[in-house]
């Protein structure tokens, strides 16, 4: 089993940055996709960033493209997400999650939370106007 928790969430005012962490065991991120997924209350979960397990390929949903940046630090077990430009809409539960197949899959798959394996708890952000 591969156990994923989130942090670096928490209240933060428009325009400001914060950083999330996807801590894994298990295995190590080197090893398999790792997204980044987030669901606001009332709608459903979408799509946010992937970062391929040879970290060659890197996705982001069109809402957050200049402003998130996905990454990871395979010494540390841990991939990041670093949210910068922060907009009240971006306010909602953040989950990461990892597909264990090292394969190489489409910009569709890796975008699809069905192609995920494993996910975290999620943690709480919050952007007030």
């Known amino acids: 089993q591969v156990q994923l928790v989130e942090s670096g969430g928490g209240l933060v005012q428009a325009g400001g940055s914060l950083r999330l962490s996807c801590a894994a065991s298990?295995?190590?991120?080197?090893?398999?996709?790792t997204g980044w997924f987030r669901q606001a209350p009332g709608k459903e979960r979408e799509f946010v960033a992937v970062?391929?397990?040879?970290?060659?390929?890197?996705y982001y949903a069109d809402s957050v493209k200049g402003r998130f940046t996905i990454s990871r630090d395979d010494a540390k077990n841990t991939v990041y997400l670093q949210m910068s430009s922060l907009k009240p809409e971006d306010t909602a539960v953040y989950y990461c999650?990892?597909?264990?197949?090292?394969?190489?899959?489409?910009?569709?798959?890796?975008?699809?939370?069905?192609?995920?394996?494993?996910w975290g708890q999620g943690t709480q952000v919050t952007v007030s106007s």
């Open positions: 999650a990892v597909d264990l197949k090292s394969t190489y899959k489409s910009g569709r798959d890796l975008r699809r939370e069905q192609t995920y394996d494993y």
């Open positions: 298990g295995r190590t991120f080197s090893n398999y996709n």
């Open positions: 970062i391929s397990w040879t970290g060659s390929t890197i």
